[in-house]
C-alpha cells in the first residue's frame, strides 16, 4: 500500500467558510471550530478552545510574547504561530503534552511523513499477532479481535521503523496512529471522552485505511501551512504550572490566554485512558493515579480520594487567605451534604485543592508577567451536589492577591441547560475572566 500521492498536497485546498466573528466570540469556550483547521483537526480536543477566536485576541493586542500554562493540545502555541508570535506553552498531562509537541513539528516535510508512513504500513504486513493473554481488558471491549490485530501491526511497526526517523517524523507518526485509535473503535468512544463499552457505533473505519487517511490529511495540512505561515518559535514544556520553574525569564511574557480546567469533576487521567492503555502507558485505571493525576490540577474528585486530602490543612493553606472566608463556607456545607449523597463525593476537599492549586498557578504566572500585561483565563463555575462554586470571582480576587491590578468577567454562554438529566438545577455560566496588569 502506498500513500505517498504528492498531488495532494502540491496545490492549496479550498477555502473554507469563515466563521463569523460575533460566532467565534460566542463558541470562544469550545473546540469545535478547530475540527476544521490545518493541523488543529488532527487530533480533537474536546477540552480546549477557539484557535480563530485565540488568534483574534493576539492581533488585538500584538504581544511580543504569548504564553499558555495550560497548553493542552496546543491550540495557543498554534495560533501564535499562525501571527508570527513568539510562544510557549506548560502541559503537566505527559500524553497530552506530547500531543502538542507533535503538532507543533508540523513545519517538517510532508513527502517525508508520507515516505516513512509507507516504511510503517510496509512493516505493519510482517507484525506477530499478539497473544490473547497479552492484550489489555480494555481494548477487548473496544476492539473486534481483527481490528486489534491490526492496530497492534501499525504499533509494531512503528516501534520497529521510529528508531531510523527523525524524532520530529517519528511524533507525527505516533499523533496519526494515536488519532485512529478512537474512530476504529465500534464501542462509545467519542473523542476524548470516557469510553463505554455498553455503546456502539454505527461507523467505524479500517485501521490501516484510517492510517493512510490520517496520514495524507497530515500531508496536506503542513503543506498548506508552509505556503502560509512564517513560523515562529513555540515551544512546549511538559511542566505543572504550580511548580517553580526557570523555563521562562521572569518579566517576559505580554500576554497568557488559556483554559484551566473547571471545578467540575472532570477526570482528565480517565479520558485518555484508552490511548495510554494502547500504548502501553498504564495497565489499569489504579496506574492513572501515579501515571497522570498527581501532574494535574486538582479538579476531580478522585484526587481527593486518592490523595487523602484533609479539608482542614487546605482552607488553612496561605495560598487562599483572599478567599478563605467564602471557600471555607462552601466546602463546610459540601463536607456535609456529601454524607446525605449515595456516592459521598470528596467534593469539599476537590474544591479546596483546585482553589490552592489555581492560586499557585497565578503566583508563578505573576513571576514570568510584565508590568501591564493581559491575561484571558477561558472559566466555568461549577455546583457540585448543587451547592455554588463562583469560580470566576474567586480567581480573580486570587489574581489580585497574586499581585495583578484588576480583573473583570465577561460572560459567553449558559451551561447545564441542555441535559435532560442533570443532577441539579443551579444556573452555571461560561466566559472569559481578563485580568490585567
Known amino acids: 500500500m502506498n500513500i505517498q500521492q504528492h498531488e495532494l498536497f502540491l496545490e492549496p485546498t479550498s477555502e473554507h467558510s469563515p466563521v463569523k466573528k460575533n460566532t467565534r466570540s460566542a463558541r470562544s469556550g469550545t473546540f469545535t471550530d478547530n475540527m476544521k483547521l490545518p493541523v488543529h483537526r488532527w487530533f480533537r480536543y474536546s477540552a480546549g478552545f477557539s484557535a480563530e477566536w485565540v488568534e483574534q485576541v493576539i492581533e488585538e493586542y500584538s504581544p511580543a510574547a504569548v504564553l499558555d500554562p495550560f497548553a493542552g493540545s496546543g491550540t495557543t502555541l498554534l495560533a501564535a504561530e499562525a501571527a508570527g508570535v513568539k510562544a510557549y506553552g506548560f502541559e503537566s498531562h505527559p500524553f497530552v503534552a506530547r500531543i502538542a509537541e507533535a503538532k507543533i513539528h508540523w513545519d517538517h516535510d510532508p513527502r517525508l511523513l508520507l515516505e516513512c508512513a509507507d516504511r510503517v504500513l510496509l512493516a505493519s504486513a ?39 526517523f527523525n524524532v520530529e517524523i517519528s511524533r507525527l507518526l505516533w499523533l496519526a496512529i ?29 485501521p490501516f485505511f484510517a492510517f493512510t487517511q490520517k496520514v495524507r490529511e497530515m500531508a496536506v495540512d503542513m503543506a498548506e501551512l508552509a505556503r502560509k505561515v512564517v513560523r515562529s518559535d513555540a515551544t512546549v514544556f511538559q ?9 521562562i525569564a521572569p518579566n517576559s511574557i505580554d500576554l497568557v490566554v488559556t483554559s484551566p480546567p473547571y471545578p467540575n469533576n472532570y477526570d482528565y487521567a480517565d479520558a485518555t485512558r484508552l490511548e495510554m492503555t494502547f500504548w502501553n502507558e498504564v495497565k489499569s485505571w489504579g496506574d492513572l493515579q501515579s501515571v497522570v493525576r498527581q501532574h494535574i490540577i486538582r479538579s476531580c474528585s478522585q484526587h481527593s480520594t486518592a490523595e487523602r486530602l484533609k479539608l482542614d490543612a487546605l482552607l488553612a493553606d496561605v495560598s487562599v487567605d483572599a478567599i478563605r472566608a467564602e471557600l471555607s463556607a462552601v466546602c463546610n456545607e459540601l463536607a456535609e451534604v456529601r454524607l446525605t449523597k449515595g456516592g459521598k463525593k470528596a467534593y469539599h476537599t476537590m474544591v479546596a485543592a483546585y482553589f490552592c492549586d489555581l492560586s499557585r498557578v497565578l503566583q508563578g504566572l505573576r513571576k514570568v508577567c510584565r508590568p501591564g500585561s493581559t491575561m484571558c483565563f477561558v472559566v466555568g463555575d461549577s455546583a457540585p451536589y448543587g451547592v455554588y462554586v463562583p469560580a470566576d470571582v474567586w480567581l480573580g480576587e486570587l489574581a489580585l492577591a497574586a499581585g495583578f491590578e484588576s480583573y473583570s468577567f465577561e460572560k459567553l454562554r449558559d451551561r447545564n441547560v441542555k441535559w435532560k438529566n442533570r443532577k441539579h438545577q443551579v444556573p452555571l455560566h461560561e466566559g472569559r475572566l481578563w485580568i490585567k496588569g
Open 239 to 247: 511542566h505543572d504550572s504550580r511548580q517553580e520553574h526557570d523555563l
Open 126 to 164: 510482517n507484525a506477530v499477532p499478539v497473544a490473547e493473554d497479552d492484550i489489555p481488558e480494555l481494548m477487548k471491549k473496544c476492539y473486534s479481535p481483527e481490528v486489534m490485530q491490526q492496530l497492534y501491526a501499525l504499533q509494531q511497526a512503528y516501534f520497529s521503523c521510529s528508531p531510523s
Open 178 to 206: 494515536t488519532a485512529i485509535l478512537r474512530p476504529c473503535s465500534h464501542v462509545g468512544t467519542a473523542q476524548w471522552q470516557y469510553v463505554l463499552p455498553n455503546k456502539t457505533k454505527a461507523r467505524t473505519l479500517e
